[in-house]
């Protein structure tokens, strides 16, 4: 199934002993660039993380967060600092002798400094693999996400397909009459200035007949629109063959026009150069 590279996905659950969260982004990039930012003592589920997305997903910017709390209201999981606590003593004691204030400091402003009232360490051993196991439940959460958004795409892509093939139908039928009715103008002007060679003047209208020719680029346009549905059936990651198969087509639509000199053909050339800017947007948003 065809994915977007643009996702969300947002996991919370709530334990006796705190909460976490994960949240993961992912939005449009060249290649897969995983960007993990965890709590210092979840560092070491860093490469597992790593390796889990990696196997998931082929392109795309992914943000990946997990925030975690201890829960506050649970007292015997906190403890005092004693390092800290014996140096902001000592310091206040100094303070006092030089101050010669003898009024000692209040416990309750003691335990409100940074640092000297800390929570217990939660035992990540413990816990880690369910923060894992959400972690998969993000995850999945997120390709179901870029999944969706991917039918959508796919759903606009053959869209403008298939507006695009009803441009090249009426220039493929009005080709002929196009360049017949150049060639008697031409014929026609040729004639009341000078008069030449009947064999020269047809050689000359040939290759200028070839040159405004334009069906070998409606031919591959047509086969890059081909292929584009094809690959619209295949495997996910295909943004890149998309993205080449719509370059092309661009370039074949410039050359139309370029060859172009007929009202029409050049009305049709800029359509369809609006149509495949339009498809080139929504191809660089797919895995």
């Not at 009715?181 to 047809?202: M, W």
């Not at 943004?239 to 007929?262: C, I, M, P, W, Y």
Request: hydrophobic letters at 40%; aromatic letters at 6%; a negative charge.
């Amino acid at each position: 199934m065809i994915r977007s590279m643009t996702a969300f996905a947002r996991i919370e659950q709530q334990e006796t002993w705190g909460q976490f969260c994960w949240e993961l982004r992912s939005v449009n990039h060249r290649y897969l660039d995983i960007s993990i930012r965890l709590p210092e003592d979840f560092r070491r589920l860093e490469v597992i993380i790593r390796e889990r997305i990696q196997k998931q997903l082929k392109r795309g910017k992914v943000d990946c967060t997990l925030y975690f709390q201890v829960n506050k209201d649970n007292l015997e999981k906190w403890q005092i600092n004693q390092n800290i606590a014996q140096q902001l003593w000592e310091a206040i004691q100094q303070i006092n002798a030089i101050t010669g204030n003898t009024i000692p400091p209040n416990p309750i402003e003691l335990l409100r400094w940074q640092g000297v009232l800390e929570a217990k360490a939660v035992d990540v051993e413990e816990i880690g693999e369910m923060v894992l196991q959400y972690f998969d439940t993000a995850l999945i959460q997120l390709i179901a996400y870029r999944e969706r958004e991917g039918a959508q795409l796919a759903s606009l892509i053959e869209q403008r397909c298939e507006a695009i093939a009803a441009e090249i139908t009426p220039i493929r039928h009005d080709l002929p009459l196009i360049l017949q009715a150049q060639r008697e103008k031409l014929l026609t002007r040729l004639a009341e200035l000078v008069e030449l060679n009947s064999e020269r003047l047809e050689q000359e209208m040939a290759i200028l007949a070839q040159k405004m020719d334009v069906a070998e680029e409606l031919e591959r346009m047509e086969t890059h629109l081909g292929e584009i549905h094809k690959t619209l059936q295949q495997n996910p990651a295909i943004g890149r063959r998309l993205d080449f198969l719509v370059q092309e087509l661009h370039r074949e639509a410039n050359t139309l026009g370029a060859k172009s000199n007929h009202i029409n053909t050049s009305r049709r050339a800029m359509e369809l150069k609006v149509l495949i800017d339009q498809m080139r947007e929504q191809v660089q948003n797919i895995e």
